[in-house]
Nanobody, 115 residues
């Protein structure tokens, strides 16, 4: 059973930073892609960033230059560094991993950007 757990969400002021961590129940090298999605109230879930085993990254236009996805210090973690946060970034952020045709999801962590 593959499990993904997100952490690091919270309340931050506009312009601030947060780092989200996704902790997997197995090495992230067992996934062909890891990613972060988010869902704001009343909106559809949307892609934020992805990271492949070849260390190729992809970002939504709305977060390019502000967010960075990377491997964590532990072999079963992935980070999402979020800088210059805006109120529009407020959402529940979900970690996802793809492995052998299956997509796995965490339960999400709330990020609120407000003064």
């Amino acid at each position: 059973q593959v499990q993904l757990v997100e952490s690091g969400g919270g309340l931050v002021q506009p312009g601030g930073s947060l780092r989200l961590t996704c902790t997997a129940s197995r090495s992230i090298f067992d996934f062909y892609v890891m990613g972060w999605y988010r869902q704001a109230p009343g909106k559809q879930r949307e892609l934020v960033a992805t990271l492949t085993t070849a260390v190729t990254t992809n970002y939504a236009d709305s977060v390019k230059g502000r967010f960075t996805i990377s491997r964590g210090n532990a072999k079963n973690t992935v980070y999402l560094q979020m800088n210059s946060l805006k109120p529009d970034d407020t959402a529940v952020y979900y970690c996802t991993g793809g492995r052998f045709g299956n997509d796995y999801w965490g339960r999400g962590t709330q990020v609120t950007v407000s003064s």
